[in-house]
């Protein structure tokens, strides 16, 4: 028995390390500078384990597992890069990039966008499943802010932050699998929503071009996600 | 025996096309086509998009002339904005089209034209290129690439790159002018000059050896359209547009270009992806124009820049009447590069031209924008409609190189006719067929911008050559 009940001693890639019980994989991992891609997390929001960019290889088990998502277990031994693990990521990304019409070029997160940086620090230079060019709207009803749903990735982010930080639960999403899109209430025009109460935050936190703001120009946009951390400690300290 | 040449690709174009040539029983040229075998697309896939990016998108036209598809869309959003945009973001607009202008015009003289000029129509296909140009006449090739580089040199410090920056924006320009950048546009203007007055003057010498291709290289009458300022002087950026017939009468002085749909028709051929725009009032074919650079000195009063000017007359004096054969495009190209580099050294002297106010910011106010500009090779239009949001609904895009199609494929016939007999044609023969499609400087990506229904027709020949069925859809 472990003198500290709550803690859990476990080797990432060789390297042994305690960690808190409620701890994942992930958050153990980067606070010991070890790099896991991620797309759907981000600090400040629960957890999905929607895009699969950070599936490790923790031994005994049969198949990957998404480090968001699973939790350190006492004498768990993980790995976070292999050649299996670096094809699958691949694959997922590109996987992402044929399932809707990312064309980085005229794109406003073009530059500043987390899908893009995945596919350079990844080393996806080509993407050889077909693309599927589907015929996505763009909504762009609303007086500050557009959707575009052909640059979605379903991570989800902006529906858990307007539920999770903002309260307003306006964002869900609708329809399965790859036809699934985010919608604005009961897929009422974004502008037309009862809800939003346009406080903008799903735009600061979505990880491509398909929440932005308008400036009227593509190379005028840039995203703050790093503030929720610190709106959630506000939160917690009232 | 009647007997088809097919000239594919078409070389030391922008583009991708070839040209066919119908040959009779006796070796006689009887009938000559330009193709244009690409389609692009962009008016169907520009459709749902937020009108804002259009600028970005169109832009993705061309490599070559990126910055004037950001011009002329600019513009279509500026009306959809119903803003008046600052006059300062409007004169660095300006200078980033003559910037264009430039470059483009030395890539077209120099690149792709100077080797049939310096080395003569019949040199080996081998030889015709910059690279050997560079070996026999290293002054020109340096020249030619100094110029080129001078031009996107601008384009770079003032919009951050070469190619597809995304500095204008409906509304202006996204930020000012610095003073270092401006000073350093500056220092590179009195070698641009130098090189642009040592190539006129070589080109001057060494016309009289084309006097055959003058004769025949697109040489009849059109009419000519392109801006013109509100002195009738030649403009770029702004202004209306000026329609003159072959004798140099104006038939048209003050042409809204926002009502260009009033007076250009589009017709199709069933042998191109490219239509054919023509002047409405004439029909067509009777209203065929040209535009780009012979149009523009042959219709305007003159360039408003000391040096160019003095060239211009020398120009203009050539005939009393509008320069007809394409050939003096060559000319004209050199003569508005000296213009644009003069202009964009008047403008930058102007202290404003740093003021940091270079953009109006509206919402959706027009469901409607029409933008045009001079594109280096002619009249460029954009034309939007969108909805209450912004979004796209409907595009036009009239392409300078589409104004010029029935012109290239006259003057394609005329010089195959002259040039092209018998059974024996000559490689250097060929060339020359080539030769007067370069004077225009088509920019073949550009022009193939649409997309909807294209008319296809299916012949059914005989082995004598004679029509037995035609299918036909339009």
Known sequence: MSAEPNIRTLNIDGVGISARADQTILETAREHNIAIPTLCHLEGLSEVGACRLCLVEVKGARRLLPACVTRVEEGMEVTTHT??????????????FAERNHVCSVCVANGRCELQSLALTL???????????????VDASHPRFTVDHNRCVLCTRCVRVCSEIEGANTWGVMGRGAQSLVITDLKEPWGQSETC?????????????????????????????????????MREGE | MPRTIIIDPVTRLEGHGKITLQLDDAGIVQDATFHVTQLRGFEKFCEGRPFYEMPNITARVCGICPVSHLVASSKACDAILAVQIPPVAADLRRILNLAQLVQSHALSFFYLSSPDLLLGMDASPEERSILHVAQTHPEIGKDGVALRQFGQRIIELLAGKRIHPG???????????????????LGMIPAALAAIQRTI?????SVERFTAEIEVFANFPTLFMGLIDDRGLAEYYDGALRVIDSEGNIIAGELEPVHYREFIGEAVEPFTYMKFPYYKPLGYPGGTYRVGPLARLNLAGRCDTPLADVEWRRFRAMSPRPLLSSFHYH?????????????????????????????ATASVNNLEGVGVAEAPRGTLIHHYKVDENG?????NLVIATGHNNAAMNRGILQT??????????????????????????????????????????????????????????D
């Open chain 2, 167 to 185: 500095w204008t924006v409906p509304g202006g320009v996204n930020e000012p002018l610095s003073e270092e950048k401006r000073d350093q546009i």
């Open chain 2, 331 to 359: 000319h004209a190209r050199l003569i508005e590069m000296l213009h644009a580099t003069e202009k964009i050294a008047a403008l930058l002297a102007d202290r404003e031209i740093l003021s940091r106010h270079v953009r």
């Open chain 1, 83 to 96: 050649p299996k693990i670096d094809r699958y990521r691949t694959l997922v990304l590109e996987l992402f």
């Open chain 2, 416 to 473: 195959a006719r002259h040039y092209v007999q018998g059974e024996q044609v000559a490689e250097g023969m060929l060339n020359r067929v080539e030769a007067v499609v370069r004077t225009f400087d088509p920019c073949l990506s550009c022009s193939t911008h649409a997309m909807g229904r294209m008319p296809l027709v299916v012949e059914l020949r005989a082995r004598d050559g004679s029509l037995v069925r035609e299918l036909r859809r």
């Open chain 1, 123 to 137: 080393g996806m230079t080509h993407v050889e499943l077909p693309y599927q060019y589907p015929q996505l709207p």
């Open chain 1, 197 to 233: 109460t346009s406080c903008g935050k799903c735009v600061q936190v979505c990880p491509t071009g398909a929440l932005f703001e308008k400036t009227g120009a593509t190379s005028k946009v840039r995203k703050h996600p790093e503030f929720l951390p610190y709106l959630r400690i």
């Open chain 2, 391 to 395: 979004l796209i609904r409907w595009a």
């Open chain 2, 201 to 205: 003057t070589w080109f001057r010498g």
